[in-house]
């Protein structure tokens, strides 16, 4: 399955789910990016790292570690 990590600049993707387990899921889910939320990537740091997105109506950066446990469509 592809995970946030992998997608470009510019697409977007729904979430389908949430790998991990304890704080760091849980962390995930409180800035509102749960099953179903559509996530727009809008920059991505040039080493890759963080990344920029629009979820729910803000924006949101989030580390390539974090992206990785986040599987989309």
């Known amino acids: 399955m592809k995970t946030?990590?992998?997608v470009k600049v510019?697409?977007?993707v729904?979430?389908?789910k949430l790998i991990g387990n304890g704080a760091v899921k849980r962390r995930i889910m409180d800035?509102?990016?749960t099953k179903g939320t559509e996530?727009?990537?809008r920059k991505v740091a040039p080493l890759g790292d963080p990344i920029e997105i629009k979820v729910r109506g803000y924006?949101?950066?989030l580390r390539k570690a974090d992206a990785?446990?986040?599987l989309i469509a």
């Open 10 to 12: 510019g697409e977007t």
């Open 14 to 16: 729904i979430v389908l």
């Open 59 to 61: 924006e949101l950066s």
């Open 4 to 6: 946030l990590k992998e």
């Open 39 to 41: 996530i727009f990537v």
């Open 31 to 33: 800035m509102g990016i």
């Open 68 to 70: 990785e446990m986040i």
